[in-house]
Structures are given as C-alpha cells and as structure tokens.
C-alpha cells in the first residue's frame, strides 16, 4: 500500500485494493480550487499513473464537499508562494481525459463551478444521491467556459442550456438523469460502490483497459468509414496481443486470467 496522508496537504494519495485514492484535502474552504491543491492534483495523477500496482484512479473529497469550484483568493494557475511553478486548471482537466488509468470521480458532497470540470472530465462518476451540484458561474456574472468543454459532451445541448444559463441547483440523483453522473447512492454506500466499480475494471485486461479508454474518446471524433477503418485495425492488433491471447486461453480453459487475482 502505498500512502501520502499528511494532512496539512492540499491533497492525501493512498492506493488501497487496485485504485489510487486522490482526496482533496481542504475541508475548511470546500476543497476550493486552489493553485496548490491544484498542483498537488497534478503530481498525484501523474504519480498513480506511473504506478503498476494502480488500476484506476479514484478523486474524492474531504469533509462536507466535494469542490466548491475556484478559490478566488488563489485561482489555479497563480504561482505558488510568490514563485512556484504553477499548473493550469485545463491541463489537470486534460490528465484524468487522458490518463491511461480510468478515473473514477466519487463525489461526496456538494460540486459547484469548477469544480464540475473534475465530474464532467472523469471516465465514471459515482455520487451521493442528494448532493447538490450547480453551474453557478452565472449568478457572479462570468462563465463555466473552461469546464464546459468537458461537462457539455456529457449533458448535451438540451440539458446543458438550461443548466447553464440558470445556475440552478440539482442533486446527484438528477444529475444521473441529465448524464453527468453514473449512479447515485446513499451517502454510508459511496465507497462501497465505488470499489464495485474498481473491482469490475479489474476484471478487464489492464492493456485492454486502456485501449478501451482510448476508443471510446477517439472513435467519438471519427465519421462512420474512419471508424470502421480504423477500428477494424484496431482490433486486429489486440486480438495478436500477448493480453488477447491470455485471455481467449484463459476462456477456453475455464480459468481466470493472469491479471485476475485469485480469491
């Protein structure tokens, strides 16, 4: 088990059971996007990423919310203590979009603004059922611009218009029915389901996995003969895969592949 649990951090890193959990860790200000809770995020992705014992990555919150959008007082992208480094909101939304490891979004409590953009970018969004959620960007007279680019691919025109324009709140459960969320449970069954959904990814081959994440995002942008071309290929390749061939024996002989652990 590999653990970064100092809870000064803007962000705690624990991987436990094939996931690497990524809390946001600033309770006292709803886990605001701040520019260092923002760069700790960054460097947690990168590092679950890069970690073999990591299946999927797993972002929550710490406390009553799950994130309550930019922190105004330090905005993403500011430099840290009058000199660090700073990382752009839009480049950590684009890690979990391309991150080779699935990223699943367990949202335990209220996600406003900004902080959207970690719901619309993950792969699975599992929420508490009566959490609220609001694009509130219009009631302080500016835009949800950044985050509209991952969030409206998931709500589509219909939903997103009116969500958009009105800021008006909704809950998890409703945010299922307009496609931003997976499933919505009980607040006691959050992490329950969420390591559900960790332990079915698992069952997958872990270069499958990742190829999967790819062509749901590539064969979107295709026209029907590109994606046709293009996936036919696709499949060939994997189907000559070392992981292909594992797992089409591991079939045959009635026994589970070698990336499944026993038990």
Known sequence: MTTDLDMTSATLYEVRQGAAWITLNRPANRNALS???????????????????????????????????????????????????????????????????????????????????????????????????????????VIPAV?????????GIHHG??????????????????????????????????????DMVCLGGPNAVVECKKLVRRVAKLDTDEGFAETMAWSVRMFKSDEGAEGMAAFKEKRKPSWVKAG
């Open 161 to 198: 218009m009116k969500l958009l324009l009105t800021g008006e709140r909704f809950t998890g459960a409703q945010a299922v029915t307009y496609g931003l969320a997976h499933r919505a449970v009980a607040a006691e069954q959050l992490h329950v389901a969420v390591q559900e959904e960790v």
């Open 147 to 155: 985050i509209s680019v991952v969030c409206l691919p998931k709500l």
């Open 35 to 141: 520019a260092a809770l923002v760069n700790e995020l960054s460097h947690h992705l990168i590092q679950a990423n890069l970690d073999p014992q990591v299946r999927v990555i797993v972002l929550t919150g710490n406390g009553p919310a799950f994130c309550a959008g930019a922190d105004l007082k330090s905005p993403p992208g500011q430099s840290i203590d009058g000199g660090g480094l700073a990382v752009p909101y839009p480049e950590v939304l684009k890690q979990i979009l391309d991150s080779d490891k699935p990223v699943i979004a367990a949202i335990n409590g209220a996600a406003f603004a900004g902080g959207l953009g970690l719901v619309g970018a993950a792969d699975i969004v599992i929420t508490v059922e009566d959490v609220q959620f609001s694009f509130s960007e219009v009631r302080i007279g």
